[in-house]
């Protein structure tokens, strides 16, 4: 099977998955996710993504489960509804989606989800902010459960522990996705190949029967994606705890380096999404080849109408003010972008080289119209 990556950090590419591999991530999921055959799954994601096709759809047929599959249209009556219509016990969405449902769906507390026991939340970074809140929205604690993966290892990697009553979440405020899976090896490594002691942070590194053989027809891109001792580069930057337990802290091309010091956009994001009139924004680094090196540039989306020219220099000095209290980093600019115009994955995931070029190139936000 070819599963093509969703470019995030760059070109789509076609990662070649065998029948073998497929299997062997299905065994490894299942049991770790105590996934069974008196699961009722609903699910509303894409079945061409990996994670809306094989843990959402091989899992529930190899098992011969319950499956509810909606169509691909994110809303609180369309997911929730279902939920409570066939008694749902297992879902799964990006972090995003459960902020989209909070901010959208009106109160949640009209749903009677009580049968839900896990919903999984992966895809893209975890914020203990969301979970928190769905969770209370709905009155369903401790069913949110953090969760790792990526298509070069057929989708499942980490899952956190289901019978651990509370989340691990390190002293930057960044939530655990848990421990490896069955026969998945993980380590971490600098940028020579070298494994790193617990706690370090690097690369995150992976090695497992579910893995890929590599990039359909693109030798060069395959050759980059494995160590010389045949695990795969996952292009994540994390570490891995005392127990064993893995903490990702940003993919390793979006970090943005200031100064000298590695800055990962998600932390800044985090802290600007608390501000109320916050509806979506992006954290990125922008070079352009003078002695400062990096600028941080923050892209702001709104709620409701654009803000007045006085209305935004009033929220960019909160952003600005914010991000030099909690982090010390100072921004350059601040952006405005229309709503939903800043880019993103067909799966949520926020396509920062994307508007890195953008701002590099026009030192606008928005996207050239052709």
């Known amino acids: 099977m ?7 950090t760059g070109d789509a590419k076609g990662v070649m998955l065998t029948h073998r591999a497929l299997v062997a991530n299905l065994r490894q999921a299942i049991p770790h996710a105590r996934f069974t055959r008196d699961d009722v799954f609903v699910s509303w994601l894409p079945v061409y993504h990996d994670m809306g096709l094989i843990t959402m759809t091989m899992c ?3 098992l011969g489960a319950k499956l509810v599959l909606l169509p691909v249209q994110l809303n609180a009556e369309g997911w929730l509804g279902a939920i409570e219509t066939h008694r749902g016990t297992v879902t799964a969405a990006p972090d995003f989606a459960y902020r989209y449902v909070l901010r959208a769906g009106g109160d949640l ?3 009677d989800c009580d049968s839900m026991r896990m919903a999984l939340v992966a895809a893209e970074p975890v914020r203990a902010r969301t979970i928190a809140r769905f969770e209370s929205a709905l009155g369903t604690p401790g069913v949110l459960r953090p969760g790792y993966g990526l298509a070069e290892s057929c989708v499942a990697v980490t899952f956190f522990p289901l019978d ?3 989340l691990k979440i390190d002293n930057n405020g960044i939530v655990s996705v848990g421990s490896p ?3 998945t090896e993980l380590s971490i490594r600098d940028t020579d190949g070298n494994r790193l002691a617990t706690g370090q942070q690097g690369e995150i590194c992976l090695r497992s029967p579910s893995q890929t053989i590599g990039y359909f027809r693109n030798p060069h891109a395959t050759a980059k994606l494995f160590t010389d001792d045949g695990a795969i580069r996952t292009g994540d930057l994390g570490y891995i705890d ?4 893995l903490t990702i802290v940003d993919r390793l091309k979006n970090i943005i380096i200031v100064s000298g010091r590695n800055v990962a956009p998600k932390e800044l994001e985090e802290i600007i999404e608390t501000v109320p009139t916050v509806r979506l924004c992006m954290a990125v680094g922008v070079d352009r080849g003078g002695d400062g090196g990096e600028q941080v540039h923050i892209v702001v989306e709104t709620q409701g109408d654009a803000p007045d020219s006085t209305t935004q220099r009033a929220l960019a000095r ?3 003010t914010l991000l030099q209290a909690r982090m010390g980093v100072r921004v350059q600019q601040v952006h405005w972008a229309r709503n939903g115009s800043i880019p993103r994955t067909y799966n949520g995931k926020l396509q920062y080289p994307t508007m890195r070029q953008r701002l590099v190139e026009t030192g606008s936000c928005e996207a050239t119209q052709g």
């Open 181 to 183: 899976v069955a026969g």
């Open 318 to 320: 909160q952003v600005r």
């Open 164 to 166: 651990r009553p509370d």
């Open 2 to 8: 070819l599963q093509y990556t969703s470019g995030t």
């Open 242 to 245: 005392d127990e064993g337990m």
């Open 109 to 111: 507390a009209r749903f």
């Open 60 to 62: 529930p047929l190899y």
